[in-house]
């Protein structure tokens, strides 16, 4: 018999921690030593607070690109609908590199997966040979951004 799913555990925070990460998301470049100044601790405590930060899942410090900028003509979201068991299929999706965002929804739609690709062609691809060829995929409909607004990744710390 298979063994139900386990939800992850919420990470608790301290106000320290959760200002460390307030710098970091206004700089993840952000020397030790600043943010430890900006925090009240020591460059080595805020690198030991910064490393279990990373280890537990909490955060991650990345370069987030444009993708224009890089060769992505083409931004989308593709609203899915499946068949039989969602996590599955989510776990499928992710598994393709021009997929960058997959979440699982309640509403017109069972999985949101967002893509990046260099042109129609790579679009149609994308779709057709290889999302709409996965297990339980019903139905997908894609929404292409024509322009981007606001992408922003310094919300608060609850």
Same mark, same amino acid.
């Given at each position: ?32 030593? *600043?943010? @430890?100044? *900006?925090?009240? !601790?020591? =460059? ?8 279990? !930060?990373?280890?537990? @899942?909490?955060?991650?410090?990345? *370069? ?10 083409? =931004? +989308? ?15 499928? !999706?992710? =598994? ?7 979440? +699982? ?17 790579? +679009? !149609? ?22 322009? +981007? ?10």
């Amino acid at each position: 018999m298979a063994q139900p799913k386990t939800r992850s555990r919420r990470q608790q925070l301290d106000d320290t921690s959760k200002a460390i990460i307030e710098q970091l998301q206004q700089d993840g470049r952000r020397p030790y030593a *600043a943010i @430890g100044k *900006a925090v009240g !601790l020591s =460059e080595a405590a805020v690198r030991q607070r910064v490393q279990k !930060l990373i280890e537990t @899942g909490t955060v991650q410090i990345v *370069a987030v690109t444009d993708p224009q900028q890089i060769g992505f003509a083409r =931004e +989308l979201m593709i609203g899915i609908n499946i068949e039989g068991d969602l996590e599955e299929a989510a776990d499928l !999706l992710s =598994e393709i590199p021009e997929v960058v965002y997959v979440v +699982l929804t309640a509403g017109s739609f069972d999985i949101l997966a967002e893509a990046v690709v260099v042109d129609d062609d790579h +679009l !149609l691809e994308l779709i057709n040979d290889r999302i709409r060829k996965l297990p339980g995929v019903r139905r997908t409909e894609t929404f292409m951004y024509l322009k +981007l607004k606001k992408q922003t990744y310094n919300w608060g710390i609850a």
